[in-house]
């Protein structure tokens, strides 16, 4: 894939990508755990003791030990009964949906909801309806007016692109007064937001009114893979029924199960991580803003620096790139028309340093191309 960058460096703060020392502000490595040395050493501990490939399905011969404890620990630092681990995220998002929903139910999905959330829904065969983005009296509007037995309302919790939080408060309380079961992706909110980085549902304090909630291992864990977690009568049905959990021939490897369970120790014996992550987040976003950057309504470190033009956001993120920073160019289809934009991603591995190298770019490129 000739058209992709190199990194020939452990990822991080600063990265070696293409033959070049440079500021990583692209990764979802939020808490910088992907090159943490005790996840690192988790890693390598399992693969001395397991071997790489797992070799079966887990209902077969491929169950290992790390596996359980995963799961074990999972469930126990977001507040739910049990949980499943996945190879990917996208795979948990399409059995837990797959698994909550079927033809003639009704399903609500923010209408910026993240691609596994809008083909899950598609392979569940429910009836989708689609609310503007975060607007709650649309939602409402939309559930009251459903006669459908069963209903869920699905939503991820931090939004990937535009790095807003959704109004989970809000959905719960429509889920309970009509009887809707209420799902969250919060992939990119593990490990940032909340109490030592448990997620953006114990951040609101609404465990009670989510039913299930997935995830992802491979951002602020630093690992790879992805959960559902929740109920576990639910989750039994989904080990023994989900097609992408079932058919996936053979699980994620032992020694990443192992790496993970290493992060999650990590958060639950401090939250000196998260609070790295979020104090670069403020001193980052303090510089951005006063820069005179357009950075929309993020409240998380997911920071986008719009352009709204696809090839002057291209351009920024070259000049970027000469100045020594990496962050990416997004546009359509990724984002809708005339939205694009950089998505920056500060991170705790990230030193104050680093940040003013960083701002110090944004500012030399965005003057030269007339942003600022």
Not at 153 to 181: C, Q, R
């Amino acid at each position: 894939m000739s058209d992709f960058k190199v990194l020939t460096s452990p990822q991080g703060g600063r990265v070696t990508l293409d033959g070049r020392d440079i500021i990583n502000m692209a990764a979802n490595n939020y808490l910088g755990l992907a090159n943490h040395p005790r996840v690192v050493q988790a890693a390598k501990d399992a693969l001395d003791k397991y071997g790489l490939g797992a070799g079966a399905a887990r209902g077969i011969v491929g169950n290992f030990a790390p596996h359980e404890e995963l799961e074990e620990k999972l469930a126990a630092f977001k507040g739910t009964e049990a949980s499943c681990v996945f190879n990917s995220g996208f795979a948990a998002n399409l059995g837990a949906i797959t698994q909550l929903i079927g033809k003639g139910d009704d399903v609500f999905s923010d209408e910026l909801n993240h691609a596994s959330i809008i083909d899950g829904i598609r392979l569940s065969k429910a009836t989708v309806h689609a609310y503007p983005h975060m607007d709650m009296a649309a939602l409402e509007k939309m559930l009251a007016e459903s006669t459908a037995e069963n209903k869920m309302i699905v939503t991820d919790a931090v939004f990937s692109m535009d790095g807003d939080l959704a109004p989970i408060p809000e959905i719960v309380e429509l889920g309970k007064k009509y009887n809707a079961k209420v799902m969250i992706d919060d992939a990119h909110g593990d490990g940032v937001m909340g109490p030592s980085g448990r997620g953006t549902v114990d951040h609101f304090e609404v465990r009670e009114g989510v039913y299930v909630e997935t995830g992802s291992l491979s951002k602020g864990f630093g690992s790879a893979g992805g959960f559902v977690a929740g109920p576990k009568d639910f989750i039994d049905k989904v080990s023994k029924q989900a097609r992408s959990f079932i058919f996936t021939a053979t699980p994620m490897q032992p020694c990443m199960a192992a790496a993970a369970v290493a992060a999650l120790d990590i958060l639950n014996e401090s939250d000196e991580l998260v609070r790295t992550l979020w104090d670069n987040r403020e001193y980052f976003m303090k510089g951005i803003t006063d820069l005179g950057f357009d950075t929309r309504t993020t409240q998380t470190p997911i920071i986008p620096v719009m352009t709204y033009d696809e090839e002057k956001a291209r351009e920024l993120s070259a000049r970027l790139f000469e100045e020594g920073v990496f962050s990416q160019a997004l546009a359509f289809p990724v984002v809708p028309r005339e939205q694009a934009r950089l998505r920056v991603m500060v991170s705790a591995a990230h030193t104050k340093a680093d940040l003013d190298e960083a701002l110090s770019g944004f500012e030399k490129a965005g003057k030269a191309l007339s942003i600022i």
